[in-house]
């Protein structure tokens, strides 16, 4: 009998749910049947529940697939209120279970989160007789540190980690974990590291919709285009004349610039650009508009000065989730996957 699989992290933003997701969809792929339960959501917005409902091809509804709210907001509930949340965790659990070989639960936030009402991701890996798999960034060495901190919490309270996997790893840091910080963290400390994820656009590129979402900015041209991938960022704040030299050497780009600078937008519309984000509040001429719209470039407006908008993106990076139409991201991940030990992790979920 398998074990169910918890994935958590120590630390937000580290692409948990594109994570998850990939790696249900690999293991069903080997044969396994694989649910996806999510016992509590951080909001009421269940696009997670959604994502895994499609591309697991799940019959469940997602109320069962994920039975419960708790916002940061109601942590003052009373006791009587977390009582009820368990059991409707529990009976959407008994009702899901029996469906799957075993499940993947995804954990919202961090392993910490709602530990103050005792529905921490160490307490619901007891509730649901759950293995961890501790995710964390690999962008410094420093980031070891977590996977430190989440062995100890979790074997603290007697739950099994069966290992951990870095994401978001720089490509020039790579050979640098491999040798050095990954031997010292398995034979030093006892922690099984599954894989590496690299840092590479194809995987953790966010759509324009989830760039729009983060700067609760308005869609002024390209609204059927929205999917677009985004896997870099450029600033405009040069002549046209310059600034197409530099536009046309990336591609699948966000170009940020003033609402003003009307010749640099229809520039880069010349060039391989996802989305164009101007800042300030300034409406762009109309002919700007319907040559995007011909181009298929979205154009997003934000009320934040181009400085503001550029920290927005990229002080926390967003970490583009995965969806059924986006086959390059599928077969990137799978490409992923042949260097993640995902047969090691079946392995440990004996019970």
Sequence with gaps: ??????????????????????????????????????????????????????????????????PTTVTPFEYDMPDEQVEQIKTDIMDAYNRIRPNYDFLIIEISRKAAYLAYLNL??????????????????????????????????FTAADVEVVGGVMTLVPQEMLEHFKTVVIPKLQNVHKLNILGLVPSQGSIAAPTVEEICSKLNARVLAGKSYLDNLVENYQVGAM?????????????????????????????????DTSVIILTGSILPPA????????????????????????????????????????????????EIFETVDYKKIIELLEC
């Excluded at 792929?29 to 509590?40: A, H, L, V, W």
């Excluded at 499609?54 to 469940?60: C, K």
């Excluded at 307490?123 to 062995?151: H, S």
């Excluded at 934040?304 to 583009?320: E, F």
């Design 239 to 271: 002549s046209p004349e310059i600034a197409l030299k530099y536009l046309r050497r990336v591609t699948r780009k966000a170009v940020i610039t003033g609402g003003d600078r009307h010749q640099l937008v229809i520039a880069a519309l010349e060039t």
């Design 287 to 334: 002919a700007v508009l319907s040559k995007a719209e011909e181009k298929g470039v979205p154009i997003l407006l934000t009320a934040s000065d181009t400085y503001s908008t550029v920290r927005a993106l990229t002080d926390q990076p967003i970490y583009g989730k995965l969806y059924l139409k986006q086959t390059d991201k599928i077969d990137a991940w799978n």
């Design 1 to 66: 009998m398998k074990c169910n699989l918890l994935i958590t992290s120590i630390n937000p933003g580290v692409g948990k749910t594109t994570f998850t997701l990939a790696l249900a969809l690999k293991l069903n792929s080997k044969g396994y049947k694989i649910g996806y339960f999510k016992p509590i959501c951080d909001n009421y917005d269940y696009t997670d529940s959604a994502d895994a409902k499609e591309l697991l091809h799940m019959d469940e509804d997602l109320k069962t697939i994920c």
């Design 120 to 153: 921490s991701a160490k307490y619901l890996a007891k509730m649901l007789n759950a293995k961890v798999l501790i995710l964390t960034e690999g962008r410094d060495v420093e980031d070891a540190d977590r996977f430190i901190f989440g062995l100890n919490y």
